[in-house]
Structure formats: structure tokens, C-alpha cells
């Protein structure tokens, strides 16, 4: 079965950075999408990226492009985003989630880690 | 980038009631639509996805149908574990958005 265990809540002060980490078990990783999905209080969900778990490409919302970078270490089974110069607004939960193969649907999901960006 | 409207944001239904969520996306997406539930707390779970396949494990109480631009989710006999928060989400050309919503509560 296929599981997503994601890094702890942080807390950063506005201009900060803040790293989330997503470890991957079971039949997945190199053949699939790694994308990072996140939901501020209240909003809907908003997608800011993914990595292809197997040759590591990348592609990035425009809204996130310059201050969000996404890197994995296969051998861990691990995936990382990276959000820096970080403002209230980007005060959420941050997700990972698995695309499976060419689709476009989120079918296993991490339990979720809540940022909160606050002086 | 293509939005998403859902309707109604709020619903109010009762145990056994059949339910039904509408979808709309700004421009054609085939059928490259997906529904989620989400509850308190919880990452949101897939249930339907190419706009009518059920994932597994999913109970077929829930359905969808539609395609190009208008969709909907049927839930045909609610159960208490059905109230929650629903999403439907396109994908179309490595570009990925959410509707805004639709709170389905206990009347």
C-alpha cells in the first residue's frame, strides 16, 4: 500500500524559508509524480508543483516560480519543497501527493504539515 | 489557467437523501476531472476520477458524469460518514486547480 509520511508543523518568521520533507512507502516513486498541494485556512486547494520521482524534472505554478523548489533522494524515498521568503500569506497545510503514472488525479496523499508564518 | 466552479457551496441533506454537486470549468476539459471528499482535518481522498470512474474502495453510492465543461457528483443515499467537504479538481496540461468547494451538512 502505498503511504506518504510528511515532516513535522514549523513555524518562520516572515522572510524565512521552511523546508517540508514527504517519505514514500510501498509501489511508488521513481514511476510516479511527487506534487505538492497546499490549503490555507478555510480556501480551497491550491497545486505549486511536482517532480518526477524517477528523473527528478520539475515544473512549478508561476505563482511559486523564483522561491519554491522541489528536490527528492531516491534512495531515501524522499521528496523535499523548499518555499522561501515566506510571508503570512503563505501560512497552510502543504501536502504531498502521488499522481499515478500519466493521469492527473492525486490518488495517495501525506497526512499533511501545517506552516505557519507568523513575527 | 482554467477555473473551477462548484455549486452549491453549502448543501443541506439528510441520511438517505440523494445529493447531487455541479461543476463547471472556464473552458473544455474533456473528462480530466476528479472528485474529493475532505473532512476536518484530513488530506482530501480521492473518489472519482476521469469524471466517472470510481476509485477503489470507494463505495458506488458515489458517481460522477459530464464532460467538457460541466460535471456533477452524485452521492445516491447518504450516510452519516458522507458529511464532509467536497472538491472537484481538473487536469489539463500539467495545470491542476480545485473548485472552491461544496460543505455538505446534516439537515
Known amino acids: 500500500q502505498v503511504q506518504f509520511v510528511q515532516s513535522g508543523a514549523e513555524v518562520r518568521k516572515p522572510g524565512a524559508s521552511v523546508k517540508v520533507s514527504c517519505k514514500a512507502s510501498?509501489?511508488?516513486?521513481?514511476?510516479?509524480?511527487i506534487h505538492w498541494v497546499r490549503q490555507a485556512p478555510g480556501q480551497r486547494p491550491e497545486w505549486m508543483a511536482w517532480?518526477?520521482?524517477?528523473?527528478?524534472?520539475?515544473k512549478y505554478s508561476q505563482k511559486f516560480q523564483g522561491r519554491l523548489t522541489l528536490t527528492r533522494d531516491t534512495s531515501a524515498r524522499t521528496a523535499y519543497m523548499e518555499l522561501s521568503s515566506l510571508s503570512s500569506e503563505d501560512t497552510a497545510v502543504y501536502y504531498c501527493?502521488?499522481?499515478?503514472?500519466?493521469?492527473?488525479?492525486?490518488?495517495?496523499w501525506g497526512q499533511g504539515t501545517l506552516v505557519t508564518v507568523s513575527s | 489557467d482554467v477555473q473551477m466552479t462548484q455549486s452549491p457551496s453549502t448543501l443541506s441533506a439528510s441520511v438517505g437523501d440523494r445529493v447531487t454537486i455541479t461543476c463547471r470549468a472556464s473552458?473544455?476539459?474533456?473528462?480530466?476531472l476528479a472528485w474529493y471528499q475532505q473532512k476536518p482535518g484530513k488530506a482530501p481522498k480521492l473518489l472519482i476520477y476521469?469524471?466517472?470512474s470510481l476509485q477503489s474502495g470507494v463505495p458506488s453510492r458515489f458517481s460522477g458524469s459530464g464532460s467538457g465543461t460541466e460535471f456533477t457528483l452524485t452521492i445516491s443515499g447518504l450516510q452519516p460518514d458522507d458529511f464532509a467537504t467536497y472538491y472537484c479538481?481538473?487536469?489539463?496540461?500539467?495545470?491542476?486547480?480545485f473548485g472552491q468547494g461544496t460543505q455538505l451538512e446534516i439537515k
Open positions: 501527493a502521488r499522481v499515478p503514472g500519466p493521469t492527473g488525479y492525486f490518488d495517495f
Open positions: 510501498g509501489n511508488t516513486f521513481t514511476s510516479d509524480g
Open positions: 517532480i518526477n520521482g524517477g528523473s527528478g524534472n520539475t
Open positions: 473552458q473544455s476539459i474533456s473528462r480530466w
Open positions: 476521469k469524471a466517472s
Open positions: 479538481q481538473q487536469y489539463n496540461s500539467y495545470s491542476y486547480t
